[in-house]
C-alpha cells in the first residue's frame, strides 16, 4: 500500500493498483491544499479572534477576557453578532493560495527527502525539512493578510474594512509594514511546522499503519499535532501579534510613541518589559483550543479531497486503459 503522499487506496480495494501511476499530480496537493486552508482558517475565525485580543500587552478595560467563551459571549454582546468574523474576507483571500503552495511543497520535498534518506519508509527528517520549506512558502503568501487580519480584529479597531486597513497601513507605515513580522513568523512556524508534521506522520505511523484514507485517524492526528505544536510556540505568536497590531497602548508604555516596535528581538524585549515570564503566554488557552480543531479541519478535508480527486484520475486512467485494449 502506499505512503500518504501516494493514491491513499488500500490493494483489496483496487486489484490493479501497482500499475496505476503513483502519487497524486501536485495540481491535486493545490486544490485539495486550498481548499482545506479557506475552510480551516474560516470556520475557525472567531476563536482566531478571541486568541489575537488575549494576547494584547496592554489591553483596554473593556477588552479584558477571562477565557475564550467569556470573550467570545462579550464581543458579541457589546459590539455586535458580526465582530468576531471581522477581517475574514482578507484571511480567506490569503488562505487559498498559501495552502495550496504548502501542501503542494511539503508533498512532493518529503517524497523527494524521504527517498534520498530513508528510502522506501517514512523518514521523519524528510518530513521537518519538508514543513519548514512549505512555510517559507506559505508565510510569504499570508503574511499581509494575517497583518489585515489582526489589526481588524484588535478592540476598538479603527479601520472601516479590508480596503481601508490596507490603504491606510500602506500611507502610514509603508509596504514594509505587511512584511514586518515576516521573520518572527518564519522564528515561530518553522519550529510549529516541523513539530506538527513530525508528530502527524508519526501518529499516522501509530494509528493508520497501512496509510490508507482514514477521516478518524487525520482527525485525531491533525489535532494532536496542532495542539503539541501550538503549546510550544506561543512565546513567538504573542512576539508576532505584537509586531503585527503595532498595539498603541504597548508602544505609549514603552515611551515610543513615535517609533515602531521593529524585529523578533524588539518585540522580545517588549513583551517582557511589559509582563514579564507570563506575558509569553498570553493566550496560550485560545492558542489550542484554536489549533486543535484547526489542523484536525485542515488535514481531514485535505485528505478527503486528496482522495477523492485521486480516486477520480484513477478511475478515469483505467477506464481509458480499458478503452485501448
Not at 108 to 117: A, E, F, N, Q, S
Not at 224 to 242: E, Q, R, S, Y
Not at 270 to 289: C, D, E, H, N
Not at 291 to 298: G, L, V
Amino acid at each position: 500500500t502506499s505512503r500518504v503522499g501516494g493514491g491513499m487506496l488500500s490493494e483489496t480495494a483496487e486489484p490493479d493498483y501497482e500499475e496505476l501511476p503513483q502519487g497524486a499530480s501536485t495540481s491535486t496537493y493545490m486544490l485539495a491544499g486550498a481548499v482545506a486552508g479557506i475552510m480551516e482558517h474560516c470556520l475557525m475565525f472567531p476563536i482566531d479572534c478571541v486568541k489575537t485580543r488575549m494576547q494584547s500587552l496592554q489591553p483596554d478595560p473593556a477588552a479584558r477576557y477571562r477565557n475564550v467563551m467569556d470573550a467570545l459571549w462579550r464581543i458579541v454582546r457589546t459590539e455586535g453578532i458580526w465582530r468576531p468574523i471581522r477581517g475574514l474576507n482578507a484571511t480567506a483571500v490569503g488562505a487559498g493560495p498559501a495552502h495550496a503552495l504548502y501542501f503542494a511543497c511539503y508533498e512532493k520535498l518529503k517524497k523527494t527527502l524521504g527517498d534520498v534518506i530513508h528510502p522506501g519508509a517514512n523518514s521523519h527528517l524528510a518530513n521537518g525539512a519538508a514543513g519548514c520549506v512549505a512555510t517559507l512558502l506559505h508565510d510569504a503568501a499570508m503574511n499581509p493578510a494575517e497583518v489585515v487580519k489582526q489589526r481588524m480584529q484588535m478592540y476598538n479597531s479603527p479601520y472601516r474594512g479590508v480596503l481601508d486597513c490596507v490603504r491606510c497601513v500602506w500611507q502610514r507605515e509603508g509596504a514594509g509594514a505587511f512584511y514586518r513580522s515576516y521573520t518572527t513568523q518564519l522564528t515561530m512556524n518553522v519550529p510549529f511546522q516541523a513539530l506538527h508534521f513530525i508528530t502527524y506522520e508519526y501518529l499516522q505511523e501509530l494509528l493508520n499503519p497501512h496509510r490508507q484514507y482514514n477521516p478518524s485517524s487525520h482527525m485525531v492526528s491533525g489535532a494532536l499535532a496542532g495542539a503539541i505544536a501550538a503549546a510550544a510556540t506561543t512565546p513567538l505568536d504573542v512576539c508576532k501579534t505584537l509586531l503585527n497590531t503595532q498595539e498603541s497602548l504597548a508602544l505609549h508604555s514603552v515611551s515610543q510613541s513615535g517609533g515602531h516596535i521593529s524585529g523578533l528581538a524588539h518585540a522580545f524585549r517588549t513583551v517582557y518589559r511589559l509582563g514579564g515570564l507570563p506575558a509569553y503566554f498570553k493566550g496560550v488557552q485560545a492558542r489550542i483550543i484554536y489549533q486543535m480543531p484547526s489542523t484536525a479541519i485542515s488535514w481531514s478535508v485535505y485528505e478527503f479531497f486528496k482522495y477523492v480527486i485521486t480516486k477520480h484520475q484513477h478511475e478515469r486512467w483505467r477506464s481509458q486503459r480499458d478503452g485501448e485494449k
